[in-house]
């Protein structure tokens, strides 16, 4: 499906504005946003992780990474957000000793080459597992897991977007934009910002990617450029 789109490649050629979307082909994309200080161990406290996302297909494993703060090789710590296909989406936070983990049903998000927005909100303070939202609706979980013991830090770990390492869970499909806060930006049903139409900053947001240069090889972070400026590797850009 995404080999029949057109396309630009992230190759750092252009000049173009407006808004436009990165595609992920499924085997090699991977966005890399470092760790800076800023973005580590927001899960030791409330924070929302957010994105519109477009699926394909799964990757291998029959999993795919939204964005996630875990090691590589994969460990216990850190948090992640991603899509399985037997499940939903699916987000969990690393503790000590078990995850707090939230898994929606699939009759509530699948690989439906549509464009859906996607959120898990976390409150270390209150929550035992995180909250989905899709489409501004908290879904009927499929499976929850209590979290036990402290966090695990991820102040070690990269943050990465669509892959966790090039060739591994990885994205066949399109994301427009992702915001992080730190704070929880939803407790009832909402209406989503757009996806042509990126939320404005506010004191909440920790970053954000909004993928709206249609060109090059850098994620630019509306927060924090260049700190948080994400590296694409192997993508392809996409007009809305």
Aim: charged share 15%; hydrophobic share 40%; net charge negative.
């Amino acid at each position: 499906m995404l080999a029949t789109r057109m396309k630009l490649a992230a190759s750092g050629v252009g000049g173009v504005s407006g808004q436009y979307y990165l595609a992920f082909n499924g085997s090699s994309t991977i966005v890399n946003c470092g760790s800076d200080a800023s973005l580590d161990d927001l899960h030791d406290a409330a924070m929302t992780v957010e994105m519109w996302v477009k699926m394909a297909t799964f990757g291998d494993n029959n999993y795919a990474y939204l964005a996630a703060k875990v090691p590589d090789p994969f460990a216990p710590e850190g948090w992640l957000f991603g899509a399985l296909s037997t499940k939903g989406i699916q987000a969990a936070v690393y503790c000590a000793s078990f995850a707090g983990v939230s898994q929606s049903g699939t009759d509530d998000f699948t690989n439906d080459d549509t464009w859906h927005h996607v959120a898990m909100t976390w409150d270390n303070a209150s929550y035992n597992y995180p909250r989905l939202w899709i489409d501004g609706v908290e879904p009927s979980y499929l499976t929850t897991q209590n979290r036990v013991g402290v966090i695990e830090s991820d102040a070690a770990n990269v943050l990465k977007i669509g892959n966790r390492l090039a060739g591994d869970r990885e994205l066949d499909g399109d994301i427009a934009w992702v915001r992080i806060s730190n704070n929880i930006r939803y407790t009832a049903g909402f209406t989503p910002d757009a996806k042509d139409s990126p939320p404005a900053s506010d004191a909440n947001t920790v970053e954000q990617w909004n993928f709206n240069t249609g060109s090059g090889t850098t994620a630019v972070a509306e927060e924090s450029s260049p700190t948080n400026d994400g590296t694409i590797s192997n993508g392809s850009w996409g007009s809305l």
